[in-house]
């Protein structure tokens, strides 16, 4: 049985993830989402009991996918979970070189762990979830990005979304 892993912040997960795991559900037996806890450098919006909830709620219909969170190296947390696979998204070019260095030094940490990437749909070649916040704090229509427990949680979280955008015009 081959399990993969699909780790990422999920700050909110969007089509483009969502996308991802269920082209990964179709290549391997068991796909973990593992939602990394306390990602570096990152502005988060959600907790991560938020981020489980909404990607979870999100794949009910995968019934090989399951959410779990994580907070220790990524390569650690697939060997707890048995995963010899680690699934990512690709888009663009830009996402290329940080992928590349990142499944070089899993493979230092951890050689029997294979990463997998996949190019991103087409469709969501250009969106990201920092980039989602952007739009929702400026009032964009996202309503085809992410999927409607999304969409209810970051009109939800708006206000932050302003406080954190200073020029912003207030409605
Ligand atoms: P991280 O902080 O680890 O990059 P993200 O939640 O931003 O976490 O992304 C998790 C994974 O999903 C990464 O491999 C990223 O490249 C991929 N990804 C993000 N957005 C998309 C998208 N629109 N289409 C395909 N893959 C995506």
Redesign the pocket.
């Known amino acids: 049985m081959t399990i993969a892993l699909?780790?990422?912040?999920?700050?909110p997960?969007?089509?483009?993830?969502l996308?991802?795991a269920t082209r990964a559900a179709k290549l391997f037996d068991k796909v973990i989402i593992g939602i990394?806890d306390k990602?570096a450098a990152?502005h988060l919006l959600f907790s991560v009991e938020e981020r489980m909830t909404l990607c979870s709620a999100a794949v009910t219909h995968l019934l090989n996918v399951r959410v779990e969170p994580y907070s220790v190296l990524t390569v650690d947390f697939a060997r707890q979970i048995g995963a010899h696979v680690i699934?990512?998204?690709?888009?663009a070019s830009s996402?290329f070189e940080?992928?590349f260095e990142m499944a070089l030094m899993n493979k230092k940490l951890c050689p029997d762990i294979e990463s997998v990437?996949?190019?991103?749909?087409l469709r969501?070649?250009?969106?990201?979830?920092?980039l989602l916040k952007e739009v929702v704090a400026l009032g964009g229509d996202i309503e085809s990005l992410v999927p409607p427990n999304v969409l209810e949680a970051l009109k939800s979280k708006m206000h932050l979304l302003e406080d954190k955008a200073p020029n912003v015009p207030r409605r």
Do not use: C, I, W
């Open positions: 699909y780790p990422g912040s999920f700050d997960v969007t089509n483009g993830h996308d991802v990394f990602p990152k699934v990512r998204g690709l888009r996402d940080g992928e990437f996949m190019m991103a749909n969501y070649q250009f969106l990201s979830s920092s």
